[in-house]
């Protein structure tokens, strides 16, 4: 019996019974621009920029479940529109630069923002003061770049089983945490080899003494854009 399918974009998906839209997409092949969602966690829903049109109906493809007969909408101008908005705001909301950023040519929020012809920020930079961690023997936090994922979070507690990572804060005042009493990350147990040190999509978690390693071209956005790698474009896993 073939599996059932739901309609992306005019295009029929097959799915498994229990799964996401965005997780059957990307198992197919079809890309819908997201951040926070990774295929080893379960959604989060919270960068939004997943959002699709399902029967009519705004919801984030990785929290909606698929259903046979389904008509979804996702590469629309109205919806790209809005993704494009949402990404305007990520870049005003940390200090990204990209030219001297060790992760350009390897970041998702950048690729995504090329994959969107993202123009130039429209709203106020916020210029936010958040001090760089460089206390830990190996690895380095800028929390400049922090987009609130929350991926961290989730790898260090659910893979590592060790909690080094918290959101603390509300509002414009979110931010990324360390869990120690120092509040530093050279008072954790973290190390290179934990899940958490390679699964941030941006620029914040990064390995000391190998910056700027893969020369500029070899990068894995550099090759192809980001929806061209929908197998891959999820998992970042730290190619510096």
Known sequence: ???????????????????????????AGHYIPHL?????????????????????????????RAAPGQEVQSNTEELNGHRKTLLQMMFVEGNHFCPSCE???NCLLQATAYQMGMEGPHFEEFYPDRPVDASH??????????ILCELCVRASHAVDGKDVFAIGGH???????????????????????DRAADIC?????????RGFVIPIGQRRYDAKPVSEQVQGAQSQDSVQ
């Open 36 to 64: 926070c969602w990774h295929p080893d966690f379960p959604a989060h829903g919270s960068c939004r920029l997943c959002s699709v049109k399902v029967d009519g109906r705004s919801g984030a493809a990785c929290t909606v």
């Open 171 to 193: 509002g414009i005042g979110t931010h990324l945490l360390v869990n120690s009493e120092s509040g530093k990350l050279a008072d954790t147990t973290m190390t290179l080899d």
């Open 201 to 209: 999509p941006v620029g914040v978690i990064l390995p000391k003494r």
């Open 103 to 105: 992760k350009s040519g």
């Open 1 to 27: 019996m073939p599996d059932p399918c739901f309609s992306l974009d005019g295009e029929d998906v097959p799915f498994i019974p229990g799964e996401t839209v965005l997780q059957a997409a990307t198992r």
């Open 137 to 146: 023997p190996d690895i380095m936090l800028d929390f400049n770049r922090c």
